[in-house]
């Protein structure tokens, strides 16, 4: 996940991954991933709340994906 922030900041947009000890505690979806502006362009915000950090993960991948972005490539 470092190595994808890292990424992504070094096409401009900013990335927060975070846990919420709260929702944690509750059983509740506590991680959260954000992304915006940069290289995303226009409508830049993404957010992904959900259980696992991988999931986060999955899902920004997928979000980027659909924006013509891939680190991967």
């Not at 226009?42 to 924006?67: I, Q, V, W, Y």
Request: hydrophobic share 50%; glycine share 8%.
């Amino acid at each position: 996940m470092l190595e994808l922030m890292e990424w992504l900041a070094e096409r401009g947009v900013t990335t927060v991954l975070k846990v919420d000890g709260e929702r944690m505690v509750e059983r509740r979806a506590a991680w959260m991933v954000i992304v915006s502006g940069g290289s995303l362009g226009e409508d830049s915000f993404f957010r992904a709340d959900l259980a696992r950090p991988d999931a986060c993960l999955d899902s920004l991948l997928a979000h980027l994906e659909t924006k013509g972005l891939s680190p991967f490539a």
